[in-house]
Each structure stands twice: as C-alpha cells, then as structure tokens.
C-alpha cells in the first residue's frame, strides 16, 4: 500500500468524550493503514480505556496530537472533509463516502488531508463544518442515521483504502507532474476568510453586527473552488488594494474636513 499516500491523510476527532471510542477509531484505522490522529479538546485522554480497546494500535494513541482547536489540528492541509450523520438545515455540499475517497486520495498524492469526525452526542457544529469543504455522510436508514464514531471511522478509512488500491498500489507518491499546483491550505484560507471579512468592513459593505451569514455564503463559494496558494495570495492583493484605497479616501476627507 502506498505509505506516503497515506501519511497525508489524518483523521480528527473533536470532543470525544468516551475514550473507548478514540481507542476504537485508532483500531479501525490501522486496519486501514491510516496512522495519524488528531484529537481536538478530549474529555478524557490518555485513558486505560482507550489503550483497551486500541487491541495493539495503541502506538496510534501514544503518537496522536492533542489540540486545543480544529483550526490547529487542520493546519497545513489543503483538503478538510467533514462527516455528519445528519443532513442540516445549512446547506453545505454533501458527497457520497466513494466519492469522498477518491478526491482524499487524489488531493493526497501530494498534499495533506484531513477527515473530520464530531462529538458522539451532538457531531459538529456548523461553525466547525464552515472549515471544512465538504460534508460527507455514510448512507443509513433515514430514522435511525447515528453511527458509532468508531464505526464511522472505519467505513470512511475503508472507503479511502479502497480507492487508494484502485489507483494502483505503488509504493512511491507519484512524480510531481510538470505545472502541479500548490493547492492552499486550510490556515491560509483562514487567513484569506479573516482578511476579506475585514476588508468588507472597512469598504462598508459587511455589518458585524448584523452579519446574515455572508461570511458563510462567502465560504461555501470559496469551498466549491480548489484554490491554490497562488490564488489566495492575488486575492489578498486584492483586499490589501482596496483596504489602501478606503484608508487614502478617509484621509482626503478628513483633510478637506479640517481645512
Ligand atoms: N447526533 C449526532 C451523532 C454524532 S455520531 C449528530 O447528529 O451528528 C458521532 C460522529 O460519528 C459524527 O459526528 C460523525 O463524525 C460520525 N458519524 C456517525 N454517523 C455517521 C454517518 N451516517 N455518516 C457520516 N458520519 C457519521
């Protein structure tokens, strides 16, 4: 199986309470060959009960990286999949967990990705979900669609595994092609989302106070795109022009004001 495929790819649970079941998920996936987890604000961990359960992939836990929030743990990767075991009144896109594998294991050829699981009582929040590009949600019978966390683990590595062996299994990423991009990553997005949302104050046409979830729909536009670090970077020139613009403008008023 492709090792360095696979070293891109990390799974990240948020708010775990039961330490079985971050010990359960680390089993599940080294099954797949998955090893790296992130676990955001555990309620309990390092824990004997998650080491129980672990059954032998217990190096998994002793090598997790504990957060204290889901942009740390996203840092560095350019591709963020949510999973919901619900579909929600936010409108985010939705994929099908085939679908979900490919594109994990296309975009981890040659950058980092990273899964996202919730809290076993209440799953993600949708500010949580506004970080990521897509939702994906395991196929269920439609009033009873709340897997175990660890189940849920398994089914999404199983499903990157699979498609990870249908694009071959060679032991070695493949070359960088001739004009490969450098897709973004998920802190320079942020820092993309921070500077428009800012820049949209400043040009008065974003109220804070009332904020009608135009910084959301901005996301879900951005999402839909595959942006490099090239093009995150015009589009803060961008902002940084207008920002001056606005600055030099606000000046000549105050001037004409004072004379
Ligand atoms: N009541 C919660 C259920 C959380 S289950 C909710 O409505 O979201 C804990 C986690 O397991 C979820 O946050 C999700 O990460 C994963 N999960 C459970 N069932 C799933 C499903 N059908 N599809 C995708 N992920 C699922």
Sequence with gaps: MNQTLFKNIRIVLVGTSHPGNI?????????MGLSRLYLVEP????DHEATARASGADHLLTSAQVCTSLPEALEGCSLVI??????RTLS??????????????EVAAENECA????RERTGLTNEELEHCRAAVKIPTEADFSSLNLAAAVQILSYEVRQAALEIGQQEVAPEKEVGSVELATSDQLEGFYGHLEQTMIDIEFYDPTK?????????????????EKSEVQVMRGLLTASQKMVQKASKKTENKKQS
Excluded at 23 to 31: D, E, F, L, S, V
């Design 211 to 227: 904020p009608k979830y135009l910084m959301r729909r901005f996301r879900r536009l951005f999402s839909r795109t595959d942006m």
């Design 43 to 46: 309620k309990q961990f390092p």
């Design 82 to 87: 949510a999973t919901t075991a619900r579909m």
């Design 92 to 105: 985010w896109p939705i994929m099908e967990p085939r679908e979900m594998g490919a594109k994990v294991v």
């Design 23 to 31: 010990g359960a998920a680390a089993r599940a996936m080294k099954t």
């Design 115 to 118: 899964i996202v699981f919730g």
